[in-house]
């Protein structure tokens, strides 16, 4: 005798098959995949952020580390703060730590005069400035 399987049985199976298919493909959107250049993007910023992790940065600095400029300086809680300054893989804002910082209006001046930030980390610099 053969075993037809039910209307529910089936449902069952179906539901288990799209659960396992979907855990073994990641389920997941592509936007909220990480590309390789952001991968890069947020490895240099975690790799300056370990090197000066206990260094207190006396003055902002910038420095090129795997041919991204980074502009570090100290968070108005006393921590350094690291910023990609021309990111080409989103966000196209990277910070690390997320830790708030005031921004001298002359370097912010500077930085954008020079054309060494991208638009977003300009917007961002700007409303960071040091206002009198």
Request: aromatic share 4%; net charge neutral.
């Amino acid at each position: 005798m053969k075993h037809t399987p039910t209307h529910t049985q089936r449902t069952v199976l179906a539901l288990t098959m799209a659960t396992i298919l979907a855990a073994a493909t990641g389920c997941t959107n592509s936007e909220s995949r990480e590309t390789p250049d952001e991968k890069a993007e947020w490895s240099v910023l975690q790799a300056v952020e370990l090197k000066h992790r206990d260094q207190p940065l006396a003055e902002p600095t910038v420095q090129t580390i795997g041919g991204h400029e980074v502009l570090g300086l100290r968070s108005t809680s006393g921590r350094n703060v690291w910023i990609l300054l021309r990111p080409t893989a989103p966000p196209y804002y990277k910070q690390l730590p997320s830790e708030n910082y005031i921004l001298p209006a002359e370097l912010a001046q500077r930085l954008i005069r020079e054309h060494r930030v991208s638009y977003t980390v300009e917007s961002v610099l700007e409303s960071r400035v040091d206002k009198p």
